[in-house]
Antibody, heavy 122, light 107 residues
Framework: EVQLVESGGGLVQPGGSLRLSCRGS????????MNWVRQAPGKGLEWVSV???????YSADSVKGRFTISRDNSKDTLYLQMNNLRPEDTAVYYC????????????????WGQGTLVTVSS | DIQMTQSPLSLSASVGDRVTITCRAS??????INWYQQKPGKAPSLLIY???SLQSGVPSRFTGSGSGTDFTLTISSLQPEDFATYYC?????????FGQGTKLEIK
């Protein structure tokens, strides 16, 4: 089964750091546009960051300067380094592929991981 | 940033009903809009991309329409498995903002 698998979530104190990872099974993280999307408990979806195949990255203002999206092509793994975490960063973080753009030219999030929960609390 | 405003935020309907969810963008986005379905405890899944293109494997009772700033998602005949939360998302540019979500419940 083709899927994305996240890891690295957990409980962290405010001001702490955490690194999330995402690997593809039967799917290349390196050859696709990849995103992180989060969802706070009981809330809606919030786009966090994107990394394009050429390496360019963009992030939401709410995480700019604190979160960094990156990719290790040799390991075919996507990362989200989260520093200076705040209670409002508590959410399920989804690794999401925009594989649609390569086939159609349209950006759409067509493959989602199962999510990993990050809880920021003292 | 482009704001996406969905309505209604909640909706009660019966199996077999036709329902429509609307999404309005705060600025022109052509047809750069996607629709997702999310069931409790699960990751979202793509239903419609580019305003009206049906994602592979999605039943044809789901249709999307609109361009510019006003868009709709229509489910022609609700099935039990369609009760979920639906989100629109603009892909015109970063940040790729989502609507607030519309929770579709059984009447």
């Amino acid at each position: 089964e083709v899927q994305l698998v996240e890891s690295g979530g957990g409980l962290v104190q405010p001001g702490g750091s955490l690194r999330l990872s995402c690997r593809g099974s039967g799917f290349s993280v390196s050859n696709n546009y990849m995103n992180w999307v989060r969802q706070a408990p009981g809330k809606g979806l919030e786009w966090v960051s994107v990394i394009y195949t050429g390496g360019a990255t963009y992030s939401a203002d709410s995480v700019k300067g604190r979160f960094t999206i990156s990719r290790d092509n040799s390991k075919d793994t996507l990362y989200l380094q989260m520093n200076n975490l705040r209670p409002e960063d508590t959410a399920v973080y989804y690794c999401v592929a925009d594989a649609k753009v390569a086939a159609t030219g349209w950006h759409a999030f067509d493959m989602w991981g199962q999510g990993t929960l990050v809880t920021v609390s003292s | 940033d482009i704001q996406m405003t969905q309505s209604p935020l909640s909706l009660s309907a019966s199996v077999g009903d036709r329902v429509t969810i609307t999404c309005r963008a705060s600025q022109y986005i052509s047809t750069y809009i996607n629709w997702y379905q999310q069931k409790p405890g699960k990751a979202p899944s793509l239903l419609i991309y580019a305003a009206s293109s049906l994602q592979s494997g999605v039943p044809s009772r789901f249709t999307g329409s609109g361009s510019g700033t006003d868009f709709t998602l229509t489910i022609s005949s609700l099935q039990p498995e369609d009760f979920a939360t639906y989100y629109c998302q603009q892909s015109y540019g970063t940040p790729y903002t989502f609507g607030q979500g519309t929770k579709l419940e059984i009447k």
